[in-house]
């Protein structure tokens, strides 16, 4: 005998500057899909696979599309602010995955997150090398440098670090917001200094700013992976100027600080890392869910 279906309720979600929205019909969500292939690691995807194909509320036509290796899959980001917001693909019973991290509402940290080992399967990823100038900052010659890339390989990375972030031997902040654009993105944030940081491809990223826009984040514009982020370089004297005294504070405090996602470094064992999860949500500037 079958069992019995489920009710199912309403869901919405969005990227994170408004241009995409969506709904989709699912049972209350209880578990994610954690995959640790190559490319749901580096977009920190959480998986949720309806049974019914999302229905599209709003597209404003900025979506960039991303395949690879035997193209079984169509990787759906917003190319204004990076974030991925579907899958297409013939494996998923509604043609369709959603990017569950996008969904409004949604505490991800409360849910059973359930792995799944896509890394097992065939073709084996192979990381992007990095070729440029090593980082080579005063007082860490005896230091760790980890290369890292985007998905495609149009941007590589090379950040030195004292110590190892899966051995606790990395003593530096590790963190994992919630506020409205990490929890989409999947960010999990250290923060070395520019003279620690290596970027090969920059002409290969795109930049998003929002809210006060003291800082912006950079990602690949072909494959959206999110490398970390900066100081918006942009910003006028009379821009400065006009911020809050806390922001304008806030922003001269970190103004050297290049603060890395550690999803875009490779071979990383990222279940090993243990990040502090920090309430960003409910601090600063509220965000309105479109």
């Known amino acids: 005998m079958s069992e019995p279906e489920q009710p199912t309720k309403k869901y919405r979600g969005n990227c994170h500057c408004g241009a995409f929205?969506?709904?989709?019909?699912?049972?209350?969500?209880?578990?994610?899909?954690?995959?640790?292939?190559?490319?749901?690691?580096k977009r920190g995807y959480l998986w949720l696979v309806p049974k019914s194909a999302p229905t599209i509320?709003?597209?404003?036509?900025?979506?960039?599309?991303?395949?690879?290796?035997?193209?079984?899959?169509?990787?759906?980001?917003?190319?204004?602010?990076?974030?991925?917001?579907?899958?297409?693909?013939?494996m998923f019973p509604a043609k369709f995955g959603v990017n569950a991290r996008t969904i409004q509402g949604l505490n991800v940290w409360d849910l059973e997150?359930?792995?799944?080992?896509?890394?097992?399967?065939?073709p084996q990823y192979v990381a992007p090398a990095y070729s440029?100038?090593?980082?080579?900052?005063?007082?860490?010659?005896?230091?760790n440098t980890y290369h890292g890339s985007c998905h495609c390989g149009a941007v590589t990375t090379a950040v030195r670090i004292k110590g190892s972030p899966e051995d606790n031997t990395y003593k530096e902040r590790i963190l994992e917001c919630n506020c409205s654009i990490c929890l989409r993105a999947g960010y999990i944030w250290i923060y070395p200094s520019e003279s620690q940081v290596?970027?090969?491809?920059?002409?290969?990223?795109?930049?998003y700013v929002f809210g006060t826009r003291v800082f912006r984040k950079v990602f690949c514009k072909t494959c959206g992976v999110h490398i970390g982020a900066e100081p918006n370089p942009d910003l006028?004297?009379?821009?400065?100027?006009?911020?809050?005294?806390?922001?304008?504070?806030?922003?001269?405090?970190?103004?050297?600080?290049?603060?890395?996602?550690l999803r875009a470094f490779n071979g990383l064992d990222l279940k090993r890392v243990k990040p502090t999860q920090v309430d960003g949500w409910s601090r600063g500037q509220q965000y309105a869910n479109p």
């Open 21 to 41: 929205v969506f709904e989709v019909e699912a049972p209350e969500i209880k578990s994610l899909s954690d995959c640790n292939c190559s490319i749901c690691t």
């Open 57 to 90: 509320v709003k597209d404003d036509g900025k979506l960039v599309h991303y395949s690879f290796a035997g193209k079984n899959m169509d990787h759906q980001f917003c190319g204004n602010c990076g974030i991925t917001v579907l899958a297409a693909s013939d």
């Open 113 to 122: 997150i359930k792995t799944f080992d896509g890394a097992a399967y065939d």
């Open 132 to 143: 440029g100038p090593e980082p080579n900052p005063a007082g860490f010659e005896d230091a």
């Open 198 to 207: 290596a970027i090969q491809g920059r002409e290969n990223l795109s930049t």
């Open 236 to 261: 006028t004297d009379e821009e400065i100027a006009a911020l809050p005294e806390v922001v304008r504070d806030f922003r001269a405090a970190r103004l050297d600080l290049r603060p890395m996602n």
